[in-house]
């Protein structure tokens, strides 16, 4: 049970900050400021995980690159979408 806690710590974590580089690297803003971000790296590395495979140096489980560029791909849909605006 601590595992499983933990591995949900560390990959909120995790999950924050690549949905941070997701967000700097589209120049976008992420809908709900950090809980955005951790939701955008969260899901956005299960969808570049799922879509790329799991290569490249890895970090409580995530493939870096491949969930870097899912979030990427992910804070981009939901821009688009709900029409966030560019940062400043």
């Not at 799991?54 to 939901?78: D, E, R, T």
């Amino acid at each position: 049970m601590f595992h499983f806690i933990w591995v949900l710590i560390v990959g909120a974590v995790i999950g924050a900050v690549v949905g941070i580089i997701a967000g700097v690297l589209t120049s976008r803003k992420m809908p709900l400021g950090w809980i955005g971000n951790i939701l955008a790296g969260l899901i956005g590395s299960w969808l570049g995980e799922k879509l790329l495979g799991s290569w490249g140096p890895h970090v409580a489980g995530m493939a870096i690159f491949p969930s870097i560029i899912g979030a990427i791909i992910l804070v981009a849909i939901v821009s688009f979408l709900t029409g966030t605006q560019k940062r400043e």
